[in-house]
Each structure stands twice: as structure tokens, then as C-alpha cells.
């Protein structure tokens, strides 16, 4: 009797290499998360659905804080902090909540700090509020995010323009800086 084993699936696409500054951000698809140092350290963040940013302390790189909003819920999943759950957000799939951090703790108390922001699963809903907070604090230049596309950023607090500002239409968006 002969048997046929299944083919192993396909290799994910390689990452980019990691750039002079040493952070590779990828949303969405297969290898999602954020990344540095030369020999491409994934940091040990989960992710959640919608919009999840890290902030790094501008000499060491160590991981200030985590966040992850679900942008596209109806609110329930509400926020993480450092993976831990802090409730419910408002009406609006937590949007406002995040747009508020933006401009309210993140612009004032961590000027000159790295953050990396990635989409994982989806985070359109709302995405107008979210990137209206963006601008002003981390100089992105997006102002919607179309369902179910991946975005990444990677830009310094009080910065006029992202280091690196991709969005992807399937699979992942990678933002290399």
C-alpha cells in the first residue's frame, strides 16, 4: 500500500532587511509584528485586531509602552496596554479613545520617543478619526484606511514627517526606517 503525503505550504515571502535605524514594522499577512537591531529581534508584543503601536525610548529602544486599539470592534474588546485589557472604548470601535492618547499623553509626555504603529487584521472603521490624531503628533500623511488594508508607521513624536509610512492593499505592509 502507498500513500502520498501533502505538500508542505508555500514559504512566506522574505522580509526586508532591516534598515541604518533598525526597525522593520510589517501589518498584517504572515510575519506581522514590529522588529529591530541588526539580527532582526522581533519584540515581544501580541497583537490584537486593529491598530497596535509601541513606543520606544529614543537612546535605549526599549519598549516604553504598548497599545492596541480595536478600531474595527464596536467597542467591547476595548484597549490593551501592555497586553493587558483596560476596559471598553467608546461608541466608535475605540477610535476616539486612541486619537485622544495620541494627542493628549503620547504628544505631551513622550516627545521624541520612536513608535511603531502596525494594522493587524483589520482597522478601518473609523480610521479618519485615528489618522486625524496621526498627523498633528507623528507627521503621517495618510487620512483613511480602506477595509482591510495593512498600514505601518514608523515616525519619532513631534516629527514633521514619518520615517516610513506604507499602506498595503493585501498580504502586509511593511514600513522599513
Known amino acids: 500500500m502507498y500513500f502520498t503525503c501533502p505538500l508542505p505550504p508555500p514559504a512566506p515571502p522574505p522580509l526586508p532587511p532591516l534598515s541604518p535605524c533598525g526597525y522593520r514594522v510589517v501589518s498584517g499577512g504572515g510575519g506581522w509584528g514590529f522588529f529591530l537591531d541588526e539580527d532582526g529581534t522581533k519584540l515581544p508584543i501580541g497583537f490584537s485586531r486593529g491598530f497596535n ?4 525610548h529614543p537612546q535605549t529602544r526599549a519598549v516604553v509602552e504598548y497599545r492596541s486599539y480595536d478600531t474595527y470592534g464596536n467597542g467591547a474588546y476595548g484597549v490593551k496596554v501592555n497586553g493587558a485589557s483596560v476596559g ?25 520617543h520612536t513608535v511603531l504603529i502596525a494594522i493587524h487584521d483589520e482597522g478601518s472603521r473609523n480610521s479618519e478619526t485615528v489618522f486625524s490624531a496621526l498627523g498633528p503628533v507623528l507627521g503621517a500623511r495618510s487620512t483613511l484606511l480602506p477595509w482591510m488594508h495593512r498600514y505601518a508607521l514608523i515616525a519619532t513624536v513631534g516629527g514633521a514627517l514619518p520615517l516610513a509610512e506604507p499602506m498595503g492593499t493585501a498580504g502586509y505592509a511593511t514600513a522599513v526606517a
Open 88 to 112: 471598553a472604548c467608546s461608541a466608535d470601535g475605540c477610535a476616539s479613545d486612541m486619537a485622544a492618547y495620541v494627542t493628549g499623553t503620547l504628544a505631551t509626555g513622550h516627545a521624541g
Open 53 to 56: 503601536l509601541a513606543i520606544l
